[in-house]
């Protein structure tokens, strides 16, 4: 890494981290934390080629997934130990229950606020089959918790 560099790094790191622990948190469960670390060290290391990606948050979302991969299943860490705000108490196992497919779009583009085209590069998928995954992962989850809308 270039010298002048440090500072750019640490500044996406201070910004890429919590962004990255709340995506890798339906995956990773309480190893959301290891997946991040691990995500940027990769980019430390590779600082020249990931500043210059279009969707670098994206590429470090799968570097993580990757690098921490697991043999049992995944369980959601409670809302608090990845900084989210009081929720309703049901949804962590509404969203266990949903397809893996359908819980990473909706986690990503509702607690993590990213657009369908960078979910779409991390699944590997359309933008439109992204907002299909959210879709249907938003009908089951309003009706898991009996939420209903409109009239």
Do not use: K
């Not at 910004?15 to 940027?40: F, M, N, S, T, Y």
């Not at 430390?44 to 080629?49: C, N, Q, T, V």
């Not at 909706?106 to 439109?128: D, F, I, Y």
């Amino acid at each position: 890494m270039a010298h002048g560099t440090t500072g750019e790094f640490e500044a996406f790191a201070r910004d890429a981290r919590p962004r990255l622990v709340r995506a890798l948190a339906p995956i990773r469960g309480d190893d959301a934390l290891d997946g991040a670390a691990e995500a940027l060290a990769y980019a430390w290391e590779h600082w020249s080629e990931v500043q210059q990606m279009a969707n670098p948050l994206g590429y470090l979302y799968r570097v993580g997934q990757s690098r921490t991969r697991r043999r049992r299943t995944p369980c959601l860490p409670e809302p608090a130990a990845v900084g989210l705000p009081d929720i309703e108490p049901r949804l962590i196992d509404a969203l266990r229950e949903l397809p893996e497919t359908q819980r990473m779009a909706v986690w990503l583009v509702h607690a993590c606020q990213w657009r369908h085209a960078e979910v779409a590069e991390v699944l590997g998928t359309s933008p439109s089959m992204v907002g299909n995954h959210v879709a249907r992962g938003l009908r089951r989850l309003r009706a898991a918790l009996e939420v209903h809308c409109g009239a």
